[in-house]
């Protein structure tokens, strides 16, 4: 009798030893893509990482049978978004307001009324996805930033892969607008990380 509990209780230890470092993977695999997904909804390093952090303990702690399973990426996408909107609610009843880097910025361009770092590409590249239609800078991101085929960027938001193309197309244009309208020493740096 005493051996069968020996027996099971070591079973146990391997079956979460295997689940623990399987969660790890997928951490490892989809941390990086979460939180720049993240980050296009409440535009704060910061918020994007708690937010993808606590989506991975819920995972952990509530449904660690999602951990094994193949369609765990398309539930972290959308469970992400779903905690970054619940995020905004949240800070939109309790606003805080915060300086940065570029409110003492000494060298800075002014177009079109904005005033943008002078050697900040990337929030240039803020700006211009912040323009963006909200369903239009999503699959944007999924689809370069996070590296999801139209077909899983489809299946994720519960669109057609024609709707994807389509919105995709609209970003694609819009960005290009943006960046005839930039300063003309702008638009290839725009270009490259549009496409990188």
Request: hydrophobic content about 45%; aromatic content about 14%; proline content about 3%.
């Amino acid at each position: 009798m005493e051996y069968f509990k020996v027996l099971n209780i070591k079973s146990f230890s391997l079956q979460t030893n295997a689940l623990h470092e399987k969660f790890r993977l997928v951490f490892e695999q989809h941390y990086n893509a979460l939180c720049n997904y993240a980050l296009t909804f409440v535009k704060s390093e910061e918020a994007s990482e708690d937010i993808v952090q606590d989506t991975f303990i819920k995972v952990w702690e509530k449904r660690p049978d999602l951990i094994v399973s193949s369609d765990i990426r398309y539930y972290l996408f959308v469970a992400v978004r779903n905690n970054s909107i619940s995020y905004l609610r949240k800070e939109r009843k309790n606003p805080q307001v915060e300086l940065n880097d570029y409110d003492a910025a000494e060298d800075q361009i002014v177009f079109a009324g904005e005033v943008y770092q002078e050697t900040d590409y990337d929030a240039l590249l803020a700006v211009a996805l912040a323009r963006l239609p909200p369903r239009c800078r999503e699959v944007f991101v999924m689809s370069r930033m996070s590296k999801l085929t139209y077909q899983q960027i489809a299946d994720s938001l519960g669109i057609s892969v024609k709707t994807v193309e389509n919105q995709m197309g609209t970003a694609l244009k819009r960005l290009r607008a943006f960046m005839r309208h930039a300063l003309y020493w702008w638009w290839p740096i725009i270009f490259f990380l549009i496409n990188r």
